[in-house]
T-cell receptor
Framework: EAQVTQNPRYLITVTGKKLTVTCSQN?????MSWYRQDPGLGLRQIYY???????DKGDVPEGYKVSRKEKRNFPLILESPSPNQTSLYFC?????????????FGSGTRLTVV | QQPVQSPQAVILREGEDAVINCSSS?????VHWYRQKHGEAPVFLMI?????EQKGHEKISASFNEKKQQSSLYLTASQLSYSGTYFC???????????FGQGTTLQVKP
């Protein structure tokens, strides 16, 4: 089944403890992206990647890191999480290089930083 | 620049129609529409391209006015399953980078 897989689905952590949210897609998509969703603000882009080893900042990149060493994986790293990073996170992918197509989203990761 | 959606919320009875609008201050290459049900991931509905081409599925239609940088999503004869939050995503240039609006919550009642 074609899908984007995120892990974990739920995570509660303490301020300052490094964490990684994984994202993997099995559709050979070039483009991958991370969004955070907060009430009333919609989906805001954190980072995106056009291809392996090519990443760029989205609209809210502060406090986050990403890497794209393999085409299928695009992990999101929070080096020192803070409570304002409590949010619902989505990973998405698309085959944008083959023409305009919609995004496929992962199931989401609900992160709570205390 | 985040696109602006209107209205913020809509309540309908089954069988009624609704229109959701999305407006951008930037020249757009494409507009996407997604629906998100509570607790779930957004699901792709439709893409509208500069020049008029549309790609999508389901019994939902949309328009894209390139001159005004506006798009509208038309939900006709609404069903209970149409309930959810609708997001437009705008692409400036053929980059694959989408910026989403703040969402429109649609509730369809029996």
């Amino acid at each position: 089944e074609a899908q984007v897989t995120q892990n974990p689905r739920y995570l509660i952590t303490v301020t300052g403890k490094k964490l990684t949210v994984t994202c993997s897609q099995n559709m050979n998509h070039e483009y991958m992206s991370w969004y955070r969703q907060d009430p009333g603000l919609g989906l805001r882009q954190i980072y995106y990647s056009m291809n392996v080893e090519v990443t760029d900042k989205g609209d809210v990149p502060e406090g986050y890191k990403v890497s794209r060493k393999e085409k299928r994986n695009f992990p999101l790293i929070l080096e020192s999480p803070s409570p304002n990073q409590t949010s619902l996170y989505f990973c998405a992918s698309s085959p944008w290089d083959r023409g305009p197509y919609g995004y496929t989203f992962g199931s989401g990761t609900r992160l709570t930083v205390v | 620049q985040q696109p602006v959606q209107s209205p913020q919320a809509v309540i309908l009875r089954e069988g009624e129609d609704a229109v959701i609008n999305c407006s951008s201050s930037k020249a757009l290459y494409s507009v996407h529409w997604y629906r998100q049900k509570h607790g779930e991931a957004p699901v792709f509905l439709m893409i509208l391209l500069k020049g008029g081409e549309q790609k999508g599925h389901e019994k939902i239609s949309a328009s894209f006015n390139e001159k005004k940088q506006q798009s509208s999503l038309y939900l006709t004869a609404s069903q209970l399953s149409y309930s959810g939050t609708y997001f437009c995503g705008t692409e400036i240039g053929n980059t694959g980078k989408l910026i989403f609006g703040q969402g429109t919550t649609l509730q369809v009642k029996p």
